[in-house]
């Protein structure tokens, strides 16, 4: 699982939303979150910010930590 996987999947539940209730809320579809959460590579990035936008966050490009 990666980390944007693991935040979504954290902050979901600490807000007290199933799956379905996110992927209704965030205007997602469930598969896609759930494909998400299971830290599918292939995901769309601007769904994944979509669904970030929920917990007042975004992914950015960035340079990969190699240390």
């Known amino acids: 699982m ?3 996987s693991e935040f979504v999947k954290q902050k979901r539940k600490e807000a007290g939303y199933t799956q379905e209730e996110f992927a209704l809320r965030s205007g997602l579809g469930l598969r896609f979150v759930r ?4 830290g599918k590579e292939t995901v769309r990035m601007d769904k994944v910010n979509q669904a970030l936008a929920m917990f007042g966050m975004k992914a950015v490009p960035g ?3 190699e240390s």
């Open 63 to 65: 340079r990969i930590d």
């Open 35 to 38: 494909e998400l959460e299971q």
């Open 2 to 4: 990666n980390s944007i």
